[in-house]
């Protein structure tokens, strides 16, 4: 691509022939605020935050939404830009609940930093403030419209990157609010509950639906048995959250950590993706073989099951029976460990740590539970987590680390890469080969399903057969494979899709940071702790084929479809 020269401040900078104002002065390491921008979709300049001076140009002039141009003169922060940014914000925070030493994002709020940086210290605009009705209807996510200020990432998050719509602007001018269809509660909304727009909210408007005071309570009950199980992505990301670099594995940290907040039991939810993929990799080979609904879809990510619920309930077949590794390890927890520690289940306090929203959700789902009793007492996001152990006095990157209990602390990295897009269809795979033929891959690693692309495809030779595979990552770049199908494509045998792009590193209950880098770093983390394991393949799994011998019988058993297997329903969708 062909470059240009502007001056910035007095120096000049190369810039891209076409490329916005704003990307090319970041790049330079001008730091230019903005509240509305977002990395890959097409500008708004809705908060005109960015405004900047332009020699010849007369006014103000947003820098994302104004291409550089070869001999441009810019000044970022004239006393025309800053006076401009400064009134904008007073305005937002006139309109602004000031409860901002109680509010989730204290100290983590965007609003909160431009007013800093800005110097705001008195409140020049006064009237009356409009008022909401807090919406608390979901089961994951909490929203606050009274914090909201209409910059639109949510908006734009839900419909231009997951293709959802739950949310749009509402009202005319000063009226103007954002809500679900007719206004109803998130909980009977399109919602599927990723928590994307939680990611990218600047302020305390969105939040996750909080089980800190019950995992708690249930922690300072000496009659209750506290089980914690921390999903794969967790040890890869929460780490960044104490001062550890991210793709750091911080997992023998985080078992102390656990331990310290005084959890009976820490498990690794590694080893019930290991379980998850003998389940639904013997269910693969069963279709493939018998002449099953092809092709077959994972059913590992909750946000990504209500979207089919909704949107394409023709391909509710198509999806695996088997329960997430969060439900899968609930249900084994409360079954057969109840059952070897001689402890009735219904005093069993079972938490799940995810990177998901939408395990919250699911962890509520009526289908989730084995004989009246819930496979998952309460989800704590990593977010809620780090608050806890902060609230305890805890620096997780102090730790000596500490190995997870057994049987259920033992995993392979095929396990592992449950946490990254791509990573269940190669842990699949890798299993998938050996039920078949009998013997391990010469080479496990299948990189053609690795990665951040859109939609990655494979066709992998698992003996005799030619098995073609496809990785959606994220529910919007799934809607077009679903789409493909529906119009008649058929090669496709095996479908993984991620609710959010990049997998769970990337879920919707993670640490804030939207850095692309920060997201490559905690996926190579684990394909890097992959590429060093002895055991990279499911069925290896030492514990879990004992779980086989002495509880389950077989993958596909009858005990295992009565505890591991589930079912899913059309369900209807506001239009």
């Known amino acids: 691509m062909s470059t240009i020269t502007i001056e910035a401040n007095g120096r000049p900078i190369h810039a891209k022939k076409g490329e916005m ?14 509240l509305c921008y977002m990395e890959g979709l097409t500008p708004t300049g809705a908060c005109r935050l960015c405004v900047v001076e332009i020699e010849g140009v007369p006014g103000l002039v947003p820098s994302c939404a104004t291409p550089a141009t070869e001999g441009m003169k810019v ?29 989730i994002r204290n100290g983590n709020c965007d609003l909160q930093k431009l007013a800093e940086d800005l110097g705001v210290r008195q409140r020049r605009f006064k009237g009356q403030k409009s008022r909401y009705r807090l919406d608390v209807s979901s089961p994951a996510i909490e929203r606050d419209p009274a914090k909201c200020i209409l910059c639109g990432k949510c908006v734009r998050v839900c419909e231009e990157v997951q ?28 919602c599927i509950y990723c928590g994307q727009c939680v990611k990218v909210c600047p302020t305390g408007a969105l939040r996750e639906q909080s089980s800190i005071k019950e995992v708690m309570d249930a922690l300072d009950d000496p009659e209750t048995i506290v089980v914690a199980q921390h999903a794969p992505a967790i040890s890869v990301t929460i780490g960044e959250a104490f001062g550890v670099p991210p793709g750091v594995d911080v997992a023998g940290a985080l078992v102390t950590a656990l331990r310290r907040l005084k959890f009976d039991r820490v498990f690794d939810t590694s080893f019930s993706a290991d379980l998850t993929i003998m389940e639904e990799g013997s269910e693969f080979v069963q279709r493939l073989t018998r002449g099953g609904t092809l092709p077959m879809m994972t059913s590992c990510s909750p946000g990504w099951i209500k979207f089919v619920e909704e949107f394409y309930p023709e391909f509710i077949d198509n999806l695996s029976t088997c329960k997430s590794p969060q439900q899968m390890m609930g249900a084994i927890i409360k079954s057969f460990f109840a059952k070897q520690e001689g402890i009735d289940p219904a005093k069993i306090f079972s938490v799940s740590i995810m990177p998901c929203t939408a395990k919250k ?44 209990d057994t049987p259920f602390g033992e995993r392979t990295t095929a396990g592992k890469l449950f946490g990254a ?36 495809q494979a066709t992998v030779k698992i003996g005799d057969l030619e098995v073609a595979v496809a990785v959606a990552n994220g529910v919007g770049e799934a ?43 905690r996926m190579k983390a684990l394909y890097k702790l992959d590429s060093k394991s002895e055991t990279r393949a499911s069925h290896h799994n030492q514990s879990v084929q004992r779980l086989y011998r002495e509880f389950l019988g077989e993958p596909l058993s009858e005990v295992s479809h009565r505890l591991l297997h589930t079912n899913y329903a059309e369900r209807a969708v506001i239009k």
């Open 75 to 103: 000044q970022t922060h004239s006393a025309r830009a800053v006076q401009a940014r400064k009134t904008i914000v007073e305005l937002l925070l006139a309109d602004h609940p000031d409860d901002c030493l109680y509010c």
């Open 361 to 404: 959700f699911e962890a509520g789902r009526p289908e989730m539970e084995s004989d009246g009793v819930a496979d998952i007492d309460a989800v704590l996001t990593t977010r809620e987590l780090i608050r806890m152990i902060r609230l305890r006095g805890i620096d997780l990157k102090d730790l000596e680390p500490d190995t997870a």
């Open 163 to 190: 293709g959802i719509a739950a949310i749009d602007f509402s009202g005319r001018g000063s009226k103007t609010f954002i809500s679900t269809a007719f206004d109803e509660g998130m909980n009977v909304s399109s």
């Open 479 to 521: 809607r077009r494979v679903l789409d493909d199908i529906k119009a008649g494509r058929r090669e496709i045998h095996f479908l993984e899709v991620m609710t959010c792009k990049g997998g769970c590193i990337a879920g919707g209950g993670q640490p804030f940071d939207l850095d692309p880098q920060v997201l490559q770093a």
């Open 421 to 456: 897009s791509g990573g269940v269809m190669e842990a699949a795979l890798r299993s998938v080969h050996y039920l078949v033929t009998g013997k391990d891959m010469d080479n496990p690693n299948i990189p053609a399903v690795r990665g951040m692309d859109g939609i990655k």
């Open 21 to 34: 104002l704003l990307k090319t002065l970041q790049r330079a390491g001008v730091d230019i605020p903005t």
